[in-house]
């Protein structure tokens, strides 16, 4: 596509459900990267794909955090279990490729979480 | 670990200049990247540095000293639009190609 894309956009959910956000990164690709950022902070990496692999979880906040990334496109972050604490926008982003100077990392516009 | 300083908050007046600093301590540099934010957008791209010296781009310039661990973000001719949080990032190799971002400088501009 011609930019990263996430959905929902908009989530409200009670506490102790399960949500799943989903981003669907620019067409080719292969690095793909999630970031938290609360109200008022800075963004907080949470997870990094290189093609289908994670090397880099480090950022995940807790265990109820889950990341996937299947074809080496879309990705999709679950957290289960969802505490108050987890409101924030879930931001996106993807770049072209590992290791080479001049890859501009783009986002996308954000999955806002709310929960209640 | 990876520290990445910048200033809280800054006040500027309409068609002036402002520079906005930051200091990063990482490991594997692999380059820097400034983005501006508007409140309840998401971040968008300004600028990159990966080699010593000045980038320019438009009424936006940004600058590196790899040696110093220092950046700054010129940005001249200000506008009304251009309050907004500017986030420096840098982008480091360990585990491949993770981009550490700054709390974000909150510049306001003020005619």
């Known amino acids: 596509g011609a930019g990263v894309s996430q959905s929902p956009s908009n989530k409200v959910t009670e506490k102790g459900k399960d949500v799943e956000l989903r981003c669907d990164p620019i067409s080719g690709h292969t690095a793909l990267y999630w970031y938290r950022q609360s109200l008022g902070q800075g963004l907080e990496f949470l997870i990094y794909?290189?093609?289908?692999?994670?090397?880099?979880k480090s950022g995940l906040p807790s265990d109820r955090f889950s990341a996937e990334r299947t074809g080496g496109s879309v990705s999709t972050l679950t957290i289960q279990r969802t505490q108050q604490e987890d409101s924030a926008v879930y931001l996106c982003a993807s770049s072209s490729r590992q290791g080479e100077w001049g890859n501009t990392i783009y986002f996308g516009e954000g999955s806002w979480l709310t929960v209640v | 670990g990876q520290n990445i300083d910048q200033p809280t908050e800054m006040t500027a007046t309409e068609g002036a200049i402002v520079q906005i600093n930051c200091t990063y301590q990482t490991s594997g540099f692999n380059g820097l990247f400034w983005y501006q934010q508007h409140a309840g957008e998401a971040p968008t791209f300004l600028s990159y540095?990966?080699?010593?010296g000045l980038e320019e781009k438009g009424r936006f310039s940004s600058f590196l000293s790899r040696s110093k661990g220092y950046s700054y973000l010129l940005s001249k001719e200000l506008q009304m639009k251009d309050s907004a949080s500017y986030l420096c990032a840098v982008r480091v190799l360990e585990y491949g190609n993770k981009l550490v971002f700054g709390a974000g400088t909150i510049l306001r501009v003020k005619s």
């Open positions: 794909f290189q093609g289908n692999s994670a090397p880099d």
């Open positions: 540095n990966v080699l010593d």
